[in-house]
């Protein structure tokens, strides 16, 4: 089997001793245009994988913050094609920064499990994030993603058992996604100690490594869960950020967020 594109930044950022940095943009918040802009603004601001949230009415994750960008998405009429049209569009203008999607199974099966993996793969997609899909039914997305050579990430969080991490690590491909809390996603003042708990927990069942996410919104969060996760997760806070800056500020500010995340002091 061939190294993907994650494993690869995976082993880079295991060499040079760095913390991955992993921003989550919600496709097509406050626009496409902006996404569009996000992107290579991130790349250049250090962001070594980027994961792209596929805007749903009935999310099972996401706290107040995603649920916002969200529905602000919907109402541009962002679809799942949608999304796999910005990743082909970023492929085409340079990007080869690996891309995860994020979003729920319902999506993928309206368009086709089989359908939407061949696309995703076309579009230049490095990955799936499906919340809502547990182990045990996983079995054809794992299957078609396995076909075009895509990672199936799954998550894993501090009420999950040993059992079904170990399940869900064996057939687990590129990293594991742990969730530092139980609850949804959104800022939070400190890391819960229950994600250092989780983290050394899956990592007796896997070698893969292990990317923290759900309430990470500072650099010193960056820098404390560096000792024990692979890379760190950020959504909430760029999006809270994306939101609330001045339009023509809205790519700078998020540029300059993931430099300090990436770089913290």
Same mark, same amino acid.
């Given at each position: ?16 001793? &760095? ?9 097509? /918040? ?25 805007? /749903? ?50 999506? /993928? ?56 991490? &170990? ?26 100690? &229950?994600?250092? &708990? ?15 996410? /759900? ?51």
């Amino acid at each position: 089997m061939s190294i993907s594109s994650i494993a690869n930044v995976f082993r880079r950022l295991h060499a040079s001793k &760095q913390v991955g940095v992993i921003p989550f943009i919600t496709v097509g /918040f406050p626009d496409i245009e902006t996404t569009l802009e996000l992107i290579p603004a991130a790349v250049n601001a250090g962001a070594d994988i980027i994961e792209l949230g596929i805007p /749903f009415s009935d999310p099972l994750a996401d706290g107040t913050t995603i649920q916002k960008a969200s529905f602000k998405a919907l109402l541009n009429h962002v679809t799942l094609k949608t999304c796999l049209e910005v990743c082909a569009k970023s492929r085409s203008s340079g990007i080869d920064t690996p891309i995860v999607l994020m979003g729920y199974y319902n999506q /993928f099966l309206a368009y086709g499990v089989k359908e939407v993996c061949r696309d995703a793969a076309l579009s230049g997609v490095n990955g799936f994030i499906v919340p809502d899909l547990p182990t045990e039914e996983s079995k054809l997305l794992l299957g078609e993603c396995e076909a075009e050579g895509l990672d199936l990430i799954p998550l894993l969080a501090p009420t999950s058992s040993d059992d079904r991490i &170990q399940r869900a690590c064996a057939q687990a491909r590129g990293f594991i996604y742990c969730v530092s809390v139980t609850g949804v996603t959104g800022r939070r003042s400190e890391i819960s100690n &229950q994600a250092e &708990q989780l983290v050394a927990k899956v990592r007796n069942y896997t070698d893969l490594p292990i990317a923290l996410g /759900f309430g990470i919104s500072k650099p010193e969060h960056v820098k404390s869960i560096g000792r024990f996760s692979d890379a760190a997760i950020v959504g909430s806070a760029l999006m809270d950020l994306l939101d609330t800056a001045p339009k023509n500020e809205k790519v700078n500010k998020i540029a300059t967020f993931i430099r300090n995340l990436k770089n913290p002091i």
